[in-house]
Nanobody, 114 residues
Framework: EVQLVESGGGVVQPGGSLRLSCQAS????????MSWVRQAPGKGAEWVSG????????YYADSVKGRFTISRDNAKKTLHLQMDRLKPEDTAVYYC???????WGQGTQVTVSS
């Protein structure tokens, strides 16, 4: 059974940092490009960042470029998103996604508020 379990969300003040993790199981993780997608209340899903299967290529939305860093550990089957200099507009539920299958995890809530 394919599973993606996100963790690491929480409440943080503007300018703070969080590190999200996604534990994958049930599929050949190292064969798949992965991404992070977020959904803010009342808004549609927004692609945030992507990474190639081997971790060599990374991609970012303009809204997070220079603040967020995506990475992966294929040996541990984990995907990460380091989020720095967080802004209130980063508040959303964050999901990891198997790019080609468009399969999402259950999400983790990130709230940026003073």
């Amino acid at each position: 059974e394919v599973q993606l379990v996100e963790s690491g969300g929480g409440v943080v003040q503007p300018g703070g940092s969080l590190r999200l993790s996604c534990q994958a199981s049930g599929f050949t993780f190292e064969m798949h490009d992965m991404s992070w997608v977020r959904q803010a209340p009342g808004k549609g899903a927004e692609w945030v960042s992507g990474i190639s299967n081997d971790g060599r290529k990374t991609y970012y939305a303009d809204s997070v470029k220079g603040r967020f860093t995506i990475s992966r550990d294929n040996a541990k089957k984990t995907l990460h998103l380091q989020m720095d200099r967080l802004k209130p507009e980063d508040t959303a539920v964050y999901y990891c996604r198997i790019q080609r299958l468009n399969y999402w995890g259950q999400g983790t809530q990130v709230t940026v508020s003073s």
